[in-house]
């Protein structure tokens, strides 16, 4: 028999090293302060905001700071090159975000992966549609702003 230890981090991740479980979970404090000067998302509507019923508009300062807050979390975390040269073509509008998208989704690290997708139902108008698909093509959704005063 041996004896094993494991360390699990506030959002279910597991990490054999303590040092690890600690950077994972400094890491997941920054997006989560960060995420959190977005406008909640609609909850109890079924599954209508990700189906195109409206979205959450945006303020154009506050979208760019979250979105370039997230990278630089994710390329200090992730690390290389490759995370450093597109999140700064990324902050730069050289690079589309999907380049960011793929490097992150194929990273494994879900708290900066979904992070990132949520930056990524944002579209060039900063409003916030539930999937991709809308931020992409907005006129297929429905015009209704879901967080006017």
């Known amino acids: 028999m041996k004896r094993v230890n494991r360390y699990i981090a506030d959002d279910g991740a597991i990490f054999d090293d303590i040092d690890k479980c600690?950077?994972?979970?400094?890491?997941?404090?920054?997006?989560?302060?960060?995420?959190?000067?977005?406008?909640?998302?609609?909850?109890?509507?079924?599954?209508?905001f990700e189906n195109g019923h409206g979205f959450l508009q945006h303020e154009e300062a506050t979208f760019i700071e979250a979105r370039n807050e997230v990278l630089d979390i994710a390329v200090e975390y992730i690390g290389g090159a490759?995370?450093?040269?597109?999140?700064?073509?990324?902050?730069?509008?050289?690079?589309?975000?999907?380049f960011c998208g793929r490097l992150f989704d194929d990273s494994g690290v879900k708290p900066i992966n979904s992070a990132w997708y949520r930056l990524s139902c944002i579209d060039t108008k900063f409003r916030?549609?539930?999937?991709m698909y809308y931020a992409l093509n907005p006129e297929k959704g429905e015009m209704i702003c879901l967080n006017t005063q």
């Open 128 to 131: 916030e549609w539930g999937q």
């Open 82 to 98: 490759t995370a450093k040269k597109w999140a700064e073509g990324t902050k730069g509008g050289k690079t589309h975000m999907s």
């Open 22 to 48: 600690r950077d994972y979970e400094s890491m997941l404090s920054r997006i989560n302060v960060v995420m959190s000067r977005l406008p909640d998302k609609p909850s109890g509507d079924g599954c209508r």
